[in-house]
């Protein structure tokens, strides 16, 4: 793998045509937007209408799908590096489009529900500890998705003795 001009990795193909991991920047970008937008929902919600109640099936969906994932790069794992077997071509890249996919869109998640709960910390209100609680809880559902597709994505990596195709 080949590092950028600051000594970091690029996120994108490479000169060589081989896909680099993806960034802790671009992690933590998508978490940072993802705060900024979760936060911003509160009070524009708040003029507008009433701010959305976070139920149970939001940090459970996302529970799940971190599940998965974690289970797919797990299973992946072990056929490509344990088992040392092949995955048809299109498989493999499936997993790594999904991955790559998951990642940004579960910080993004876990970063809008992370910034919804922080808004309604300190507020007065019946249902202020119920959306703070299934926030907080939907936000660390969010980093298990981020997890998992990191794994995957890690998992979906070609072992360096591997002839090329």
Same mark, same amino acid.
């Given at each position: 793998?080949?590092?950028?001009?600051?000594?970091?990795?690029?996120?994108?193909?490479?000169?060589?045509?081989?896909?680099?991991?993806?960034?802790?920047?671009?992690?933590?970008?998508?978490?940072?937007?993802?705060?900024?937008?979760?936060?911003?929902?509160?009070?524009? =919600?708040?003029?507008?209408?009433?701010?959305?109640?976070?139920?149970?099936?939001?940090?459970?969906?996302?529970?799940?799908?971190?599940?998965?994932?974690?289970?797919?790069?797990?299973?992946?794992?072990?056929?490509?590096?344990?088992?040392?077997?092949?995955?048809?071509?299109?498989? &493999?890249?499936?997993?790594?489009?999904?991955?790559?996919?998951?990642?940004?869109?579960?910080?993004?998640? &876990?970063?809008?529900?992370?910034?919804? =709960?922080?808004?309604?910390?300190?507020?007065?209100?019946?249902?202020?500890?119920?959306?703070?609680?299934?926030?907080?809880? &939907?936000?660390?559902?969010?980093?298990?998705?981020?997890?998992? &597709?990191?794994?995957?994505?890690? =998992?979906?990596?070609?072992?360096?003795?591997?002839?090329?195709?």
């Amino acid at each position: 793998m080949s590092t950028g001009p600051s000594g970091e990795e690029p996120d994108g193909p490479s000169p060589e045509g081989r896909l680099q991991p993806t960034t802790p920047a671009t992690v933590g970008g998508s978490v940072m937007a993802g705060l900024v937008v979760g936060w911003l929902v509160h009070p524009v =919600a708040d003029r507008v209408a009433s701010p959305p109640v976070v139920s149970w099936l939001q940090p459970l969906a996302l529970f799940f799908v971190g599940a998965v994932l974690l289970a797919t790069a797990y299973l992946t794992h072990r056929t490509l590096h344990v088992r040392r077997e092949w995955l048809e071509p299109h498989r &493999a890249v499936n997993r790594l489009v999904l991955a790559r996919a998951c990642v940004v869109v579960g910080a993004l998640v &876990a970063g809008g529900y992370g910034g919804y =709960a922080v808004s309604w910390l300190g507020l007065p209100g019946e249902l202020v500890d119920d959306r703070i609680l299934r926030s907080f809880l &939907a936000a660390v559902g969010g980093l298990t998705v981020v997890a998992g &597709a990191l794994l995957l994505e890690r =998992a979906c990596r070609v072992r360096k003795d591997d002839p090329e195709p």
